[in-house]
């Protein structure tokens, strides 16, 4: 089963079971009392990431979209060089104009990608789980961050150094043509949230982003509040509420103390802002043999 958890008001907690635990990501964490108990409550006994040997690590199974769309090979060449990594909650793994150090492969975990402005809180432009990649500003040749990036829901993704990872584009002619396609779909995808932000009501925007969560969690349960629900929608928290009380007179989803179950994902779809399904035609169009949304069986359990 999966949940996610939230400790408001800009971060959310995904945990899953894990068929075996992935060494401790070193990335940093957000100055918060929440990121601290989660460092304390790492198993000092688990060993290093460098403890993997590139053998063993291009043996493990890629789960990442993209990585496993890659020809046998060149997924070889590519996971020989990375590092299984666990991504904990509240980790920031870069900002807005920062160097990139790394880049990412989610496996389980998701990334939120947000934009600042000004002296405004965060808003939230985009999510980034098993379908795509974390620096992808890199295959322009361009190393500074164009958003900031917060680990939203926990889990293992593969991590790469940036030096290795231009290197690798380099002599892989499939991975920049599968990168390049990514590309596209992550500039479609911006360009539908600016102008959601801009044009669409609160409603269909909440069931977009309950869809997009879904998705990524391969759940149907998700422990939110609505102060984190409107930081991430940039909104007011009256707003949700209404938002999400209409939800649950419509017999979409069930809200009771934090914890949000989609009952209705065919009815959600629907209620959901032309810019979900929009979304999802711009990755299948580009990777016509997989998809952003994970399978879930009667139990909403993910594959």
Same mark, same amino acid.
């Given at each position: 089963?999966?949940?996610? =958890?939230?400790?408001?008001?800009?971060?959310?907690?995904?945990?899953? *079971?894990?068929?075996?635990?992935?060494?401790?990501?070193? =990335?940093?964490?957000?100055?918060?009392?929440?990121?601290?108990?989660?460092?304390?409550?790492? #198993?000092?006994?688990?060993?290093?990431?460098?403890?993997?040997?590139?053998? *063993?690590?291009?043996?493990?199974?890629? %789960? #990442?979209?993209?990585?496993?769309?890659?020809?046998? /090979?060149?997924? !070889? @060449?590519?996971?020989?060089?990375?590092?299984?990594?666990?991504?904990?909650?509240?980790?920031?793994?870069? &900002?807005?104009?920062?160097?990139?150090?790394?880049v990412y492969f989610p496996v389980d975990a998701f990334i939120?990608?947000?934009?600042?402005? +000004? &002296?405004?809180?965060?808003?939230?432009?985009?999510?980034?789980?098993?379908?795509?990649?974390?620096?992808?500003?890199?295959?322009?040749?361009? #190393?500074?961050?164009?958003?900031?990036?917060?680990?939203?829901?926990? $889990?293992?993704?593969?991590?790469?150094?940036?030096?290795?990872?231009?290197? &690798?584009?380099?002599?892989?002619?499939?991975?920049?043509?599968l990168l390049q396609r990514y590309l596209y779909v992550r500039?479609? %995808?911006?360009?539908?949230?600016?102008?959601?932000?801009?044009?669409? %009501?609160? $409603?269909?925007?909440?069931?977009?982003?309950?869809?997009?969560?879904?998705?990524?969690?391969?759940?149907? %349960?998700?422990?939110?509040?609505? *102060?984190?629900?409107?930081?991430?929608?940039?909104?007011?928290?009256?707003? /949700?509420?209404?938002?999400?009380? !209409?939800?649950?007179? @419509?017999?979409?989803?069930?809200?009771?103390?934090?914890?949000?179950?989609?009952?209705?994902?065919?009815?959600? &779809?629907?209620?959901?802002?032309?810019?979900?399904?929009? +979304?999802?035609?711009?990755?299948?169009?580009?990777?016509?043999?997989?998809?952003?949304?994970?399978?879930? +069986? @009667?139990?909403?359990?993910?594959?």
């Amino acid at each position: 089963m999966v949940e996610i =958890s939230v400790i408001p008001p800009a971060h959310v907690r995904l945990q899953t *079971e894990h068929s075996r635990p992935w060494p401790q990501c070193d =990335s940093r964490s957000a100055a918060t009392p929440a990121a601290h108990l989660l460092k304390a409550a790492v #198993n000092p006994m688990t060993p290093p990431v460098s403890a993997s040997l590139p053998s *063993e690590r291009s043996a493990l199974p890629a %789960q #990442n979209r993209l990585i496993a769309a890659l020809p046998p /090979v060149r997924r !070889a @060449s590519l996971l020989a060089l990375c590092e299984p990594v666990e991504l904990k909650l509240s980790e920031r793994l870069c &900002e807005a104009g920062e160097a990139t150090r790394y880049v990412y492969f989610p496996v389980d975990a998701f990334i939120s990608l947000l934009a600042q402005i +000004d &002296e405004h809180p965060s808003l939230e432009m985009g999510m980034v789980g098993r379908e795509g990649m974390l620096g992808l500003q890199l295959i322009l040749g361009v #190393n500074r961050a164009p958003l900031g990036a917060l680990v939203q829901g926990e $889990g293992r993704a593969w991590r790469l150094g940036a030096a290795a990872f231009r290197t &690798e584009l380099l002599r892989s002619l499939p991975l920049r043509l599968l990168l390049q396609r990514y590309l596209y779909v992550r500039l479609a %995808q911006l360009a539908s949230a600016a102008g959601c932000l801009r044009f669409h %009501q609160i $409603g269909p925007r909440l069931a977009r982003w309950l869809l997009m969560s879904q998705d990524r969690a391969g759940h149907a %349960q998700l422990a939110v509040t609505q *102060e984190f629900l409107a930081f991430m929608l940039g909104v007011r928290r009256v707003g /949700v509420t209404q938002a999400a009380g !209409a939800m649950q007179r @419509s017999g979409l989803i069930r809200y009771h103390r934090g914890l949000l179950t989609v009952l209705d994902r065919a009815g959600l &779809e629907a209620a959901a802002c032309s810019c979900y399904a929009r +979304d999802q035609s711009h990755y299948a169009a580009q990777f016509p043999a997989t998809s952003v949304r994970r399978r879930t +069986d @009667s139990s909403g359990t993910g594959t």
